[in-house]
């Protein structure tokens, strides 16, 4: 990384940002990292640009200090302490995933399955910030969301984001379907870890929990593990949403038929790829 100007050298918001670049920094991340440097809200990107020369020797040792951290690969939701997904404002840190965009097509999904104003059961296997859990409860409040999670200091996160946004989302820790309490559902939702170990993609990553990326050697360990235990403890017609990797919807589609599940299918992600895959079990009798 090249070196940080001197205090004497930056005066203005356009310099600080042009010093961002030489840094390799995005010019959207540094935008948002100044705005918040700032104390102003992160989309308020138009008015850096009306105030470009306004004064910022003050806030230059506040700034460079975070630009250092993400010129080194640490994720902006980790420097400005909170992401959004699917419109809620989630706090995150290095205890759990930052939420994807990509995510949200599970979410699309499992709210296409819940009628807005009837009662189910749903539950979400390995749950981070929350941040599928609490969206789904955002958007069906007639839902009972459990969601479970095998770290405590992801629970930790995750119950402070439902507190905050005052969602009654219950948590349970656990792994996988061993900490949901008793009984059926119509919906189980997931997104579990499911990249293979070795990965080369891993080290961009490696700010962000190692237990919650890898699964196996071939990345599906965890998935083969939800997927068995699916039928158990789904309700008869209930569903199984899985996401997974960009590579992987052929395997997954594979597990959930020979799991018994019927109209085995996929959604793509904002990129066209087929990114989550489910199932639904038979009903009986």
Known sequence: MDALPTLSTVSTIADALRHAAVVGVDRLDAQMLLLATLGRAPGDRAWLLAHDRDPVQAEWPMFAAL?????AGEPVAYLLGE???????????????????????LVNWALELLPDGRAAR???LGTGSGAIALAVSSNRPMASVDAVDASEDALHVARANAARLGLPVRFFAGDWF??????RYELVLSNPPYIAEGDRHLDALRHEPLSALT??????????AIVAGAPARLCDGGWLLL????????????LL??????EV??????????????????LRG
């Open 67 to 71: 630009l250092r951290r993400r010129a």
């Open 257 to 262: 038929s020979a799991a018994g599940l019927e």
């Open 265 to 282: 299918q996929s959604r793509t992600d904002f990129g066209g790829n087929q990114r989550c895959s489910g199932g639904r079990l038979p």
């Open 122 to 124: 749903v539950l979400d």
């Open 243 to 254: 996401e997974h990797g960009w590579d992987q919807a052929d395997a997954v589609r594979g």
């Open 215 to 224: 699964s196996g050697p071939d990345g599906l360990d965890d998935l083969r």
């Open 83 to 105: 992401k959004e997904f699917f419109g809620l404002p989630l706090q995150v840190d290095a205890r759990v995933l930052v939420p994807r965009p990509d995510t949200e097509t």
């Open 178 to 183: 061993g900490g949901a309490p008793d009984g």
